[in-house]
């Protein structure tokens, strides 16, 4: 039982289809076959398996001198970034996760190491903890991970503030910007896993009504798309900053029917850069922005960009042989 949080085999054993065979099996037992209702994302298999995330992540905290210094993470998950900052000397980490069932994953793996008196594990958002004043001091360190494929879908503005509330101007924010970048595609590919009109002759168009408006992740390497434009740079974010949204421009370099933008992002944590670029293999998917209408783009012509604070991209085309 030392290795396993008791709290967390108390919720699966709880669990009504396990509550017959708790009491009759060992801990480790109930672990492998109780089963436990999941209602956080699968995702985080997949990101613990992110070999080329986890590396990074890894040396990005082994990099900062982290001595005498107080973390404050925003988002656990299973717990893996605060145990890699004890691993690396920080003074104490206070980690928050809103999800109970994933709070008491972390709990769980957390315990089972030799750092865990220097780890708070804080049950709650980053709102809360910032209300209710659970963070005994101002952190020398932030650290999110919040981050899908689009930037923001994890609640971007909403951490941002809360980092604002309890940052100094010393304070060490991970990441510490994040750009995305875009190119404009004909990709109707991209388009028919958003949008229908026919199936077996019937006219099914009505569920168009409840399609994406704002971006949706895809595996670019499996669609066969066109890029109509070079990359360019689609948004600059900050958790320091207020989000200004400003248009973006693009130069179409070939004639097409732009379905809409596929968009990455570059995420500076440390000296470390991690991105869901084209042709990388990471969890993170790259993200497709829909055009509520395709678009038709002349070779050099100038293409205006405006992304909403939801991620949805606005277009506006100018004449042909712009700058």
Known sequence: MTAISKTFLQSIANSP??????????PRKIMS???VARDFPAWHFAMLNDDDR????????????LQGKIVFEIGTGCGLVALLFARYGARHIYSCEVNPRMAEVARAVIEQTDLADRITLLQAGSNEVIEKRLLPTSPDVIFTETLDCGVVGEGFDLVARDIRKVSRPDTLVMPAGIQQFGILVEGQAFSRLNRVSAACGF????LNAYSTQTYFPV??????YTPLSEPF???AYSYSEERVITPKRALAYRSGTAHGVLSWFEAQFGNE?????????????????????ALEVSAKQEVMLTISHGGQIFPSVGDAGGR
Do not use: C, M
Request: glycine residues 6%; without cysteine.
């Open 219 to 224: 595996r670019e390497r499996l669609y066969d």
């Open 17 to 26: 289809p396990a509550l017959e065979i708790a009491n009759d099996l060992e």
């Open 203 to 206: 006219d099914v168009s009505v």
């Open 273 to 293: 850069t991690i991105t869901n670029s084209p042709g990388t293999h990471g969890h993170w998917h790259q993200a497709f922005h829909p055009f509520e209408e």
């Open 233 to 235: 740079l689609l948004h």
């Open 54 to 65: 986890n590396k990074a992540v890894e040396r990005a905290i082994a990099g900062l001198e």
């Open 33 to 35: 076959i109780a089963p």
